[in-house]
C-alpha cells in the first residue's frame, strides 16, 4: 500500500513540477479567472449608468409655441427640443427621429377642457428609441394628471376619489437577489473557469507528452496506467480549483469597487457561500479535467487535441444560459454534471434555501462520470491502438 | 534472464483491412545472465515489436516472453520491474531537471529516502552527469539527452537491460563510458540485450548475436561463428548474406 502511495506521489509531483513551471501557460490557463471580476466590474457600472442615468433627449416638436407651459415641464425632465442639440450628438438624434406633433388648437381646447391629442412619432422597435419614449410617456401623463388633479381640487374634488384601489407591491425576493445579472454572470464564469482553467495542463501532459516521445518510456515503466491517469488527473484539476478560488476571491474583493445600492441592489460574496461554492465546484474541476485527458489522449496530434478539446469548452458556457432562460426545467436537469451545478449556483446568488438533495445528487454523478473516465482512459491506455500511435 | 518463444503477431494493413502485415512470425531467442546478447535486422524485421511485445506494451497473438521466468502478459507490472528500457524513441521532460528525471523514475521503481539518493548519485558519477544533473534539460544535445535517458533506466540497476541503439548521436567519450558500463553489468550476471546497427559494436560487444529477418530468428551464434556460417570475414558482409538480402544465403 505503503509503495502505491510513494509511487502515486512521485507521479503527481512531476506532473505539479511540470505544471508550474511553464509559466506561460500557466498565467493563460488563469487568464479567465483575472479578467471575469475586471470585465464583471466594467459591465455593472456601466449598467448602472445606464439605470441610474437620464441622459438628455431631444425631441422634433412641431407646434412648441403652442405649449409653452408643457415644453417647460419637459424641459424639466431633461427632454428637450431638437433645436438645442449639440453638435456632437446631433446624428444620433437625427437617426432616432423622434417627433412630437403639438396641434393649433391646444390652448384654446385647454381652456374648454377638451381632449388633447399629442402624436408621438418614432421607430418603437428601434432600441435605442425605448427609453425616451418612456420617458416622454411618463413626463406627459404626469403633466396632464397635474393638470386634471388642480381642476379637480378647484371644484372641491377630493383627488383620492381617483384612485379607489391601489396596489401595494411587496417584494418577496430577497435584496442580493435583486441584481441578477452580476449573479447569472458570476455563475457562468465558474463554471467555464472550472472547465477551462486545467484545459491546457491536461494537454500538454497527454496529447503533449505523447508528441515529446516521453509517453512510451513511461507506459513501459512498472507503474498501472491507472496511476498514471490519476497523476494527470489531479494536477491538472488542481489548476482548475485554483482558477475557481482566484476568481471567487478576486470578484468578492472586485464587486466592493461597484456602488450596487445606486440601483437599489446589494451584492456580497459571504465566506461561507464563497466556501460553499469551491468544494461545490471542486467535483466539477475533476470531472472537466477527466472529459480532456479522456479526449486529448485519442487525438493523433497535440494541434488536433487542442481544437478537439476546445470545442468542449462551449458545453459549460451554453448549458447555464440555456438552463436560465427554461421556464419548465425537467427534473433530470438537477442531477446531470454542468446543468445541475448551474441551477445550483443560481439558487444561491438568488438567496434561494439550498436544496441540499440536489446538490448531494448532482456532486455523486458527476462524481461517478468522472470515476467511469478515469477507468475508460485508463483501461485505453493499455490498448494496443494506443501503442500503436504512439510512432 | 529474456526468454521468447514462438512470438507472432500480424498488424491489420490501414489500406487493404484484409490484408495482414507479419510483423513476427515465429520469434524466440533466450538472452541469458551475464550475457550481452545482440539483437541485428534490418529496418522493418520487427526488431521494435518485438520489444515492445517484451515490455507489456503488445500481447503477441501466439507464443509467450517472460523476464526472469514472469510473463509479461500476464504480469506486466512484475516482469517490467525487473528490467531496464532505453527505448528506440525517447524524449525528455524538458522542464524538469536531469537529476529529478532519474529521481523520477528511481521513485516509478520504488525507490525511496536514503537507497534513492544514494543510487541517483552513483549513476550521475558513473555516467559522468555531475555537470548537467541540475540543469533543466531543455536545449540538451543529442549525447547529453541519451545519457540521461540511460541514467534514468539504470538507476534501479535492472536485473535485465534491453538497450534499442543506445550508441546513436554518442560520442567516442560517451560511447566507452557506455561500453565499459555494460561490461561491468554483464560482469555482475546481468542480462543484456542490444539492438544496434553499429556492426563493428555488435561485433566487439556482444557474446551472442541474432540476427532477424522478417519477423524470424534468420541466423544466431557468437560473431565469429556467424561470420564463419556464411564464410565471410567481417559481420556486416555475414550479416547481409545471412539476412538473404543478397544472395539469398538465409538459414
Known amino acids: 500500500m505503503n509503495a502505491h502511495i510513494n509511487q502515486l506521489k512521485a507521479l503527481v509531483v512531476k506532473e505539479y513540477k511540470e505544471a508550474f513551471r511553464d509559466k506561460r501557460a500557466l498565467m493563460m490557463a488563469l487568464m479567465m479567472a483575472f479578467l ?12 448602472i449608468e445606464e439605470a441610474v442615468d437620464e441622459p438628455p433627449v431631444y425631441i422634433k416638436f412641431t407646434g412648441a409655441e403652442n405649449a409653452p407651459m408643457l415644453i417647460k415641464h419637459l424641459a424639466d425632465k431633461n427632454l428637450f427640443s431638437f433645436a438645442d442639440v449639440p453638435e456632437g450628438e446631433k446624428a444620433a438624434w437625427e437617426q432616432r427621429n423622434i417627433a412630437i406633433n403639438i396641434p393649433e388648437d391646444y390652448a384654446e381646447n385647454m ?6 391629442k399629442l402624436h408621438l412619432k418614432a421607430d418603437f422597435t428601434d432600441k435605442a428609441v425605448n427609453p425616451p419614449v418612456r420617458r ?6 404626469e403633466f396632464s394628471l397635474s393638470i386634471g388633479y388642480k381642476r379637480l381640487l378647484v371644484r372641491g374634488v377630493d383627488v383620492r376619489l381617483l ?14 437577489a435583486t441584481f441578477m445579472l452580476i449573479s447569472m454572470m458570476l455563475g457562468a464564469y465558474l463554471l467555464i473557469t472550472a472547465f477551462t482553467t486545467g484545459l491546457s495542463i491536461a494537454i500538454d501532459s497527454s496529447a503533449g507528452e505523447r508528441e515529446r516521445n516521453v509517453l512510451e518510456m513511461l507506459l513501459c515503466q512498472p507503474v498501472s496506467t491507472l496511476k498514471i491517469v490519476l497523476a494527470k488527473l489531479i494536477s491538472a484539476s488542481t489548476i482548475a480549483f485554483i482558477g475557481v478560488v482566484l476568481l471567487l476571491s478576486l470578484t468578492s474583493v472586485s464587486v466592493g469597487f461597484v456602488d450596487l445600492t445606486k440601483i437599489g441592489a446589494t451584492f456580497n460574496l459571504e465566506l461561507s457561500t464563497a466556501i460553499f461554492l469551491m468544494l461545490f465546484l471542486l467535483p466539477m474541476c475533476f470531472f472537466a479535467s477527466a472529459c480532456q485527458l479522456f479526449v486529448a489522449f485519442q487525438t493523433k496530434s497535440f494541434k488536433e487535441a487542442q481544437s478537439t478539446v476546445g470545442m468542449l469548452i462551449a458545453i459549460p458556457a451554453f448549458i447555464p444560459f440555456v438552463v436560465s432562460m427554461m421556464d419548465d426545467r425537467p427534473e433530470w436537469l438537477n442531477w446531470l454534471p454542468i446543468s445541475g451545478q448551474s441551477m445550483i449556483i443560481e439558487g444561491v446568488f438568488k438567496g434561494v434555501e439550498v436544496n441540499w438533495l ?10 461517478a462520470l468522472t470515476v467511469a473516465l478515469v477507468l475508460a482512459l485508463a483501461k485505453k491506455l493499455k490498448s494496443e491502438k494506443v501503442v500503436m500511435a504512439l510512432s | 534472464m529474456i526468454e521468447v518463444n514462438n512470438l507472432h503477431k500480424s498488424f491489420i494493413d490501414k489500406k487493404d483491412k484484409k490484408q495482414n502485415i507479419k510483423a513476427l512470425d515465429g520469434l524466440s531467442f533466450t538472452a541469458k545472465d551475464g550475457e550481452i546478447t545482440g539483437i541485428l535486422g534490418p529496418n522493418g524485421a520487427g526488431k521494435t515489436t518485438c520489444l515492445r511485445t517484451l515490455y507489456g506494451l503488445l500481447s503477441a497473438d501466439q507464443g509467450y516472453a517472460t523476464i526472469d521466468g514472469i510473463s509479461v502478459t500476464e504480469n506486466p507490472l512484475a516482469a517490467r520491474a525487473k528490467l531496464g528500457i532505453f527505448p528506440d524513441k525517447f524524449g525528455l521532460y524538458e522542464r524538469l531537471t536531469a537529476y529529478e528525471q532519474i529521481d523520477y523514475f528511481a521513485s516509478i521503481h520504488g525507490m525511496t529516502g536514503k537507497a534513492k539518493k544514494q543510487a541517483i548519485e552513483q549513476v550521475i558519477i558513473d555516467l559522468e552527469l555531475s ?3 541540475h540543469r533543466k534539460t531543455v ?27 543506445p550508441t546513436r548521436g554518442l560520442d567516442v567519450m560517451s560511447t566507452r563510458i557506455l561500453r565499459n558500463h555494460l561490461a561491468k553489468f554483464k560482469a555482475k550476471g546481468h542480462c543484456i540485450l542490444f539492438s544496434s546497427h553499429v556492426m563493428q559494436e555488435v561485433a566487439a560487444l556482444c557474446d551472442r548475436v541474432i540476427i532477424v529477418a522478417k519477423g524470424k530468428i534468420a541466423a544466431q ?9 556464411a564464410g565471410e570475414k567481417n559481420l556486416e558482409e555475414a550479416f547481409v548474406k545471412l539476412i538473404g538480402s543478397d544472395e539469398g544465403v538465409a538459414a
Open chain 1, 36 to 47: 471575469a471580476p475586471v470585465g464583471l466590474v466594467i459591465m455593472s457600472k456601466i449598467i
Open chain 1, 111 to 116: 381652456t374648454q377642457g377638451k381632449v388633447i
Open chain 1, 136 to 141: 416622454i410617456n411618463n413626463a406627459v401623463r
Open chain 1, 163 to 176: 384612485n379607489p384601489v391601489k396596489l401595494i407591491e411587496q417584494d418577496t425576493a430577497k435584496p442580493d
Open chain 1, 358 to 367: 440536489a446538490v448531494v445528487a448532482t456532486s455523486l454523478v458527476t462524481i
Open chain 2, 131 to 133: 555537470d548537467l544533473a
Open chain 2, 139 to 165: 536545449g540538451f544535445s543529442q549525447g547529453q539527452r541519451m545519457k540521461v535517458t540511460l541514467a534514468q533506466s539504470l538507476v534501479h540497476q535492472p536485473q535485465n537491460f534491453v538497450l534499442d541503439e
Open chain 2, 221 to 229: 551464434g557468437t560473431p565469429q561463428e556467424l561470420c564463419d556460417l
